[in-house]
């Protein structure tokens, strides 16, 4: 059986938790990742296990969050580069008109993101086979 890349869209909350629960556990390197103030766009580049098939090849994907307005962390050291944190889920509040999409990694380390627009992309780049 082939293995298909997967491009993923979400737009809503509900749509937001399908992309949490597959990114679940995966690693991450800070040097992976991007926040782009002028383009409104945040980026991160993860190491995820194969959970829809029941594999245990290896897939780096790329999530790309659109229209942020701003971006805080809390507990992550950004000048180490090689550091490695395990993204454990993401959660979605609303305040008034503005979400806050919340990256929570391992060891109490969170990624705020603002926005007035739910539009999140996962993308397979590569699949790697042990």
């Known amino acids: 059986m082939s293995n298909f890349l ?3 869209i979400a737009q809503s909350p509900e ?3 399908i992309i949490s629960a597959i990114c679940a556990e995966s690693k991450v390197k800070i040097s992976e990742i991007k926040y782009l103030p ?9 190491l995820r296990t194969d959970k829809e098939n029941k594999k245990d090849s290896l897939i780096n994907s790329v999530v790309k969050f659109e229209f942020i307005e701003n971006s805080k962390s809390k507990n992550i050291d950004q000048l180490n580069k090689d ?11 609303k305040k008034e008109d ?4 919340l990256l929570l990694f391992s060891k109490n380390r969170i990624i ?12 397979d780049q590569k699949i790697n086979n042990d």
């Open 6 to 8: 997967k491009k993923i």
């Open 15 to 17: 749509d937001l938790q």
């Open 38 to 46: 002028s383009s409104k766009i945040f980026l991160i580049s993860i």
């Open 83 to 93: 550091l490695a944190l395990e993204l454990l889920t993401i959660d979605i509040f």
């Open 98 to 101: 503005i979400y806050e999409i």
């Open 112 to 123: 705020t993101l603002s926005t007035e627009v739910i539009d999140v992309t996962l993308e």
